[in-house]
């Protein structure tokens, strides 16, 4: 069995996020045959996805939503963290079999990703984690960069007569979040005083990367399509709240960031 992801461990991760869905049921077939999500469950209309039981998608059925708009603050991308580098070999694998659209496919040094996009506009990163001692850190800012993947390299790490991809695996986890914000600045100001997250990349007025535990980023915060975005419009479909599980919490709470984004906290070991 894998381990957990070292991102997961840290004294503050992500949990698990939601996401207002104009046809939930569309969405949810789409996570479950593309990025290999299980149904755990439904409640009131919601659809709750995961793998091996740790759920880390919930779907909220609204019809009426006007589309998500990619100018606004909201989400960038959804970032699912494999266990393991064959792992990611094996969905690469199966996106090629199965003619997955891929708009990109990176290597950022701490990691390596493909990039796609859901029915309903809502950003996806499939990914795996090189190992935390071979990242480079300067100071207390981490070393990433977007490079060309090297695909051939990650599919051969599969081994000869593998069953393949079989859906997520047990210790996939929601990686990262990466939002979409008016101010980086702001973004990275809340951050640091509702979480007591480091600052671990910055690329100028436009992008900030924030973790706990000296992880390469939990969260991302972008203006590169929303810049001077103000607060979010309630009545849009795309993210609905993101769940972060912490080490120095007891009890549930929620919040939310500059933009309106709710952003709850849980209790708890990962």
Known sequence: MSE?????????????????ARDAESLAAYYRAVVGLQELSRADGAITLGAANRPL????????????????????????????????????????ANRIGIEGASDHLVSEALYLTDPEGNGIEIYADRR?????????????????????AVVGTVPAGDAGWQGAPENTVVGH?????????????????????????KYGSQAVFLSSGHYHHHIGANAWQSAGAGHRDPSRS???????RSD???????????????????????
């Open 177 to 201: 979040v990466h939002l979409r914000v008016g101010r980086p600045e702001d973004a990275e100001a809340w951050w640091h005083d509702q979480f007591g997250f480091d600052t671990v990349a």
């Open 238 to 244: 795309g993210l609905a709240w993101v769940e972060m």
């Open 248 to 270: 120095n919490v007891k009890a549930e709470t929620s919040r939310e960031d500059p933009w309106g984004t709710v952003i709850r906290t849980v209790p708890g070991k990962a």
């Open 4 to 20: 957990l992801p070292f991102a997961a461990t840290t004294p503050v991760s992500v949990s698990r996020l939601g996401l207002k």
């Open 132 to 152: 935390p001692q071979d990242w480079k850190w300067n100071g207390d800012k981490i070393a990433m960069a977007t490079e060309r993947l090297n695909l051939p």
């Open 57 to 96: 998608l919930v779907l909220e059925p609204d019809s009426s939503a006007k589309p998500d708009d990619p100018r606004s603050a909201g989400l960038f991308h959804t970032a699912f963290l494999l266990p393991s580098r064959a792992d990611l070999g094996r969905w690469i694998s199966h996106a090629a």
